[in-house]
């Protein structure tokens, strides 16, 4: 009996197994076993051919003694391309010569002696500058200085930008320093190293971030304030942050170019990183939701210099992206190449991809301002005029949150009208609405129309609220509403429906018309009645 | 321009029976093949009745592409086969036992979710080999042409892709199949619209109330004036540690009589007939419906056009023959076909061929046959007509019909076994209510027991779904009552006086006087395609991922 039996598997497990099969005899048991079974012919063709493979190990022939009459042209062409010793094939061709001396076969054994010599003499690329080896090609980097020629360049920290918005920090800057910190500590005991997390601050009055940088994760931190810098500009954000880790002559910077940069993938991080790594000549890992440093074996040989051999390569940024639209990943490596540098290994990081760290209450580490006279060239185009965004309709601060459904339906507009005179008896509360009146084909007039809006959405499909009164307004309290709403501290309910579902969750339940009961609740309200009012509208029930 | 596209030898878009039959036969043949499906999950959009069939006759069967398949992706095997007829609380029972094994090698229960992802991996496995797979949460939105030639796909998630075959097997509300102008949604009498509860039951229960053995299962069909005079029928099958409960109603007659769906599939479901199985018990899992088409009128003589090829419902390939309901099996039928057509006109050197050559083989392996009887064709024009409608009714409720009926007891029970009989049924009235209704009169036993379980109310199903609400994918043209109100009722996720549906009924003032609209909510939508047919409206599916998502289907 063989050991896997063809007709107990279906031919998608079979094909891995067979083909760790070499037993001709095994295979042969397992071909009569299907046949005597279901007889499929997808599983009949993978045993054949596996046979057939295996079958063929068995006829290797040995060229230094086989008798080359017994051999067809093709045999001998099959033979000799196993062949890797120069001599024994120079017996060989001397036989054929001797024996049927015929002309293919000989073609084909003094191939084979060719192709060996030659590869003998070139087991190393050749560098050929790109000008040379190409000559009707443009070369429009060809006087840039640092894209070839760079090699074996001392490279060492991770750079990270930190970009600010208002004055202040965003999100992605301390979720890259965090994950920065983590990768360096690592990196620093995995090699015995003392490299460091540089934090870099540009903008107007950016110095008083210096010390959240710290808390972040970095070991030093390099600004550069400047009011002109107030709003992110190309051309001087990219010429101070090229400085820095390059150009600059500082002590502490004792390197090449920084060994990894970490970038926001915002918009304004994309086009910096984008233009950082170009003037670096690098290369970029765009939005990327994953990083981590770890050798790597490449035989790509534009990268090893040599074919056939597998280099490791260390200290390599592994950069995930999401691809294909974020159905698959890949990892992006940045590789010297023989006659190239490519460093800094740099990405930029979609916001939201790493933890958010805990700041360190007093952290350690340096402080060092940019001093650098910023040329007025670089300042040429100016921020004439800007538009915010709105920022849209914050329901989450309010004490209150009065929510009108689709019970003002008998006259839309009126019941707007109700809702935000109720809205107004309050200190801090604001007017919500259920979805069923947002996509209703209610026609509002001109002086409410504007507060029927998607922003105003309570539910699932938009804001969830929780604030200390929630008053649902002819509302029936639907689970999709309910999420957005029932971990509110009290819940009251106006309906005329007493079987509504949202009965079943609210505090207080007022059966009533919310046309006859809003304007009741508003002048209690104003008289400072309110808590009897209620009480007396829900006795009413 | 497409130069610059990802190119793959084969596209198969949607990843149900058809589609899974079409990608396995492809990659079985070496041919490079993509598979996209727009849900979460394969089975995600997906809903049936429940049985899927392996016939006998059939050139390819879901078993013998994937093997383990009833082992792994189906619920109960379906050996019996009963219908009910149902007149006010008497019933008259028919075994169809014959009808059913007719031709059938095989047939199991399934549900939705877990048979089509079971699917989708193996698929994933198989056509990954040949250097494609199978990608979810995209949907393909039209037909990517290079000078008025199909030459690809256009997505919303991704780049459009260029194939030498799409195959569109991208269900009954196919997009593809409607941007190249083959099927549209235009009459309401080509279609079915099925609603279904799954409602949950312990496997012993199921063995004991349904009186079948651990590994065995029955269904049960139900027809007569249980549905307020609406044409179309019951059904009931056991699954695994459930049931499948569902009506299913010609669409032109649910919108005629303005019948709420979710009602009509209560009336069977509190009926004291269901109380021997229920006893009392009932917890509804999942409320789901779908439009089915009617192949009769609407499967595609010739279901292709260019590089594109239509399989199963996205061609109208649905077998809705009175008793006999069967879908799934012909679109793996129709799949493999398609995708043997392609492998064959590749390796003649002739891709383009593969329509013509898909089309000879559904006509040869007697699949359009099945699909579209010439009986039915040959005697629709007389046995639809009002006239005789109103005659035959006229007979079957008059002294000497009722007799008829008494006297031929035995041989109705033959009729409704006969295939080639029910291949000629009209669709009115009197196949579906009066018949059924005259024999459970005439014939039939009063059911002794009261049924008084609570189906869950309309807002309590919707709540109970799984959506993620993308931007609004259905668009109103016109939002008059006139020319939309039918989808308030027809609408399985809307009513009248129900605010929390897709569409509601609405006054609205205008310069002097008042008129009736709907507006449409597209958050409970679950992507039925009722609205398409019966109100104006622009229907598109949500974006890959987005909408509703069944647990069980």
């Given at each position: 009996m063989p050991e896997i039996d063809p007709t107990e598997h279906d031919i998608t497990e079979l094909g891995p197994e067979i083909?760790?099969?070499?037993?001709e005899q095994e295979l042969e048991e397992m071909l009569a076993l299907e046949k005597g079974g279901e007889g499929r012919e997808g599983v009949l063709t993978l045993i054949e051919d596996r046979l057939e493979t295996v079958g063929s190990d068995e006829?290797?022939?040995d060229p230094e003694t086989v008798?080359?009459?017994?051999?067809?042209v093709a045999d001998v062409a099959n033979m000799v391309?196993?062949?890797?010793?120069v001599e024994v094939l120079r017996d060989v061709l001397e036989r054929e010569t001797a024996g049927k001396d015929r002309k293919g076969a000989k073609s084909q054994i003094e191939n084979r002696i060719e192709s060996l010599e030659s590869t003998g003499a070139e087991s190393e690329v050749e560098y050929v500058p790109p000008a040379e080896k190409h000559p009707?090609?443009?070369?429009?980097?060809?006087?840039?200085?640092?894209?070839?020629?760079?090699?074996d360049g001392d490279y060492r920290d991770m750079w990270v930008f930190c970009e600010t918005q208002r004055g202040e920090l965003i999100d992605v800057s301390r979720e890259m320093l965090g994950k920065a910190r983590e990768m360096m500590d690592g990196y620093n005991d995995d090699h015995d190293a003392d490299e460091a997390v540089v934090a870099v601050l540009i903008g107007d009055?950016?110095?008083?971030l210096t010390d959240e940088c710290l808390a972040y994760g970095a070991d030093r931190v390099v600004y550069h304030e400047d009011e002109r810098l107030q709003r992110f500009r190309h051309r001087p954000y990219t010429e101070i942050f090229c400085h820095m880790c390059r150009d600059w002559a500082v002590d502490?910077?004792?390197?090449?170019?920084?060994?990894y940069t970490i970038f926001p993938a915002t918009n304004n991080g994309r086009d910096l990183s984008a233009l950082v790594q170009g003037e670096l000549d690098s290369g970029l890992a765009s939005d990327c939701s994953g990083l981590y440093i770890e050798e790597a074996d490449i035989s790509n040989p534009a990268k090893t210099?040599?074919?056939g051999e597998t280099t490791t390569f260390e200290k390599v940024l592994h950069m995930k992206r999401p691809d294909f639209s974020g159905f698959e990943y890949s990892t992006i490596l940045c590789i010297d190449k023989p006659h190239r540098d490519f460093h800094p290994q740099g990405a930029s990081v979609i916001p939201g991809s790493f933890e958010m760290p805990d700041a360190e209450s007093e952290p350690d580490g340096e402080v060092v301002e940019h001093d650098l006279e910023l040329p007025a060239e670089w300042f040429r185009?100016?921020?004439t005029d800007f538009d915010a965004l709105e920022g849209g309709v914050d329901?989450?601060?309010?004490?209150v949150v009065v929510a009108l459904g689709?019970?003002?339906?008998?006259d839309p507009t009126r019941g707007i009208e109700l809702g935000l005179e109720f809205v107004d008896a309050f200190e801090s509360a604001d007017l919500g609405l259920s979805r069923g009146v947002i996509t209703a084909s209610y026609q509002f007039d001109?002086?409410?129309?504007?507060?029927?809006?998607?922003?105003?959405q309570i539910g699932e499909s938009g804001q969830v609220v929780e604030p200390e009164l929630y008053v649902a307004v002819g509302i029936s309290g639907a689970v999709q509403h309910k999420v957005g709403m029932d971990e509110s501290d009290t819940i009251v309910a106006i309906n005329?429906?007493?079987?509504?579902?949202?009965k079943d969750f609210s505090d207080y339940y007022v059966h009533g018309d919310l046309f006859e009961v809003l304007p009741r609740l508003t002048e209690a309200l104003e008289a400072g009645e309110f808590d009897r009012a209620l009480a007396a509208e829900v006795s009413d029930d | 321009m497409t130069d610059d596209y990802e190119h793959y030898e084969a596209v198969v878009v949607g990843a149900g029976p058809g589609g899974a039959a079409a990608a396995a036969t492809l990659a079985d043949r070496g041919v490079e093949t993509l598979v996209l499906e727009?849900?979460?999950?394969?089975?995600?959009k997906n809903v049936s009745g429940g049985l899927i069939y392996a016939e006998e006759?059939?050139?390819?069967t879901i078993d013998g592409l994937f093997s383990g398949f009833r082992q792994g992706a189906t619920e109960r095997p379906v050996s019996e086969y009963y219908i009910h007829n149902v007149a006010g609380d008497r019933v008259k029972t028919f075994d169809l036992g014959d009808v059913h094994h007719h031709d059938t090698e095989w047939c199991d229960a399934v549900l939705r979710r877990r048979m089509d992802s079971w699917l989708a991996e193996r698929v994933h496995e198989r056509t990954r080999e040949t250097g494609g797979g199978l990608l979810s949460g995209?949907?393909?939105d039209g037909l990517l042409r290079d000078e008025g030639e199909i030459v690809g796909v256009t997505c919303e998630e991704l780049d459009p892709i260029t194939a030498d075959v799409v195959i569109a097997?991208?269900?009954?509300?196919s997009e593809l199949a409607r941007d190249a102008g083959l099927?549209?949604?235009?009459?309401?009498?080509?279609w079915f619209q099925g609603v279904k509860a799954v409602v949950d039951m312990d496997p012993d229960l199921v063995d004991d109330r349904f009186d079948v053995p651990p590994d065995d299962g029955v269904a049960h069909l139900f027809s007569g004036?249980?549905?307020?005079?609406?044409?179309g029928g019951g059904f009931l099958y056991t699954n695994e540690a459930s049931l499948s409960i569902g009506t299913v109603f010609h669409l032109d007659s649910l919108a005629d009589e303005r019948a709420e769906p979710h009602e009509l599939l209560d009336s069977l479901l509190t009926h004291p007939l269901l109380d021997q199985w229920f006893q009392g018990e009932y917890h509804e899992r999942e409320y789901a419906a779908k439009l089915v088409p009617d192949s009769k009128k609407a499967?595609?003589?010739?279901?292709?056009q260019g590089r594109l090829l239509l399989v199963g419902d996205a061609a109208g390939q649905m077998q809705a023959q009175g008793p006999i309901i069967k879908g799934m099996n012909h679109a793996v039928s129709a799949g493999g076909l398609a995708a043997e057509a392609f492998a064959e006109a590749q390796s003649r050197g002739n891709p383009a061929s593969a329509g013509a050559l898909y089309e000879r083989k559904l006509e040869d392996e007697g699949v359009m046959a099945t699909l579209r009887p010439t009986r039915y064709r040959l005697t629709r024009a007389v046995s639809e007509h009002d006239l005789v409608t109103r005659a035959a009714e006229g007979v079957l409720d008059s002294a000497v019909g009722r007799a008829g009926v008494r006297a031929f007891d035995g041989l109705l029970e033959r009729g409704f076994n006969s295939p080639f009989l029910l291949g000629m049924i009209p669709d009115t009235r009197t196949s579906y209510v009066t018949i059924p209704r005259v024999v459970a009169e005439e014939l039939g036993e009063p059911v002794e027991a009261t049924n008084d379980v609570e189906p869950p109310a309309l807002d309590d199903r919707i709540g109970d779904l799984t959506y993620d609400v993308?931007?609004?994918?259905?668009?109103?043209q016109d939002n008059s009552w006139a020319a939309s109100g039918t989808a308030v009722t027809a609408c399985p996720v809307s009513a009248r006086?129900?605010?929390?549906?897709c569409y509601r009924e609405e006054t609205i003032r205008t310069n002097g006087g008042t008129e009736r609209v709907v507006s449409l909510d597209t958050?409970?939508?679950?992507?039925?395609?009722t609205c398409a047919i019966v109100a104006d409206t622009e229907w598109d599916h949500p974006a890959?991922?987005?909408g509703v998502e069944f647990e069980e289907g």
């Open positions: 083909a760790d099969v070499d037993d006829e290797t022939v008798d080359l009459t017994d051999l067809s391309r196993e062949v890797e010793d009707d090609l443009d070369h429009p980097t060809n006087d840039k200085r640092y894209v070839e020629g760079t090699v009055g950016v110095g008083d502490w910077r004792d390197y090449h170019e920084p060994r210099g040599a074919p185009i100016e921020v329901l989450t601060g309010n004490e689709r019970g003002i339906g008998r001109g002086h409410v129309a504007d507060y029927v809006a998607e922003e105003r005329t429906d007493p079987d509504a579902d949202i | 727009r849900g979460v999950e394969a089975g995600s006759s059939a050139p390819y995209v949907r393909v097997a991208d269900g009954v509300n099927m549209d949604w235009a009459e309401p009498d080509e004036d249980l549905f307020d005079g609406v044409r499967a595609h003589p010739s279901p292709h993308g931007e609004p994918h259905i668009e109103l006086e129900f605010g929390g549906g958050q409970p939508c679950v992507e039925c395609g890959g991922g987005k």
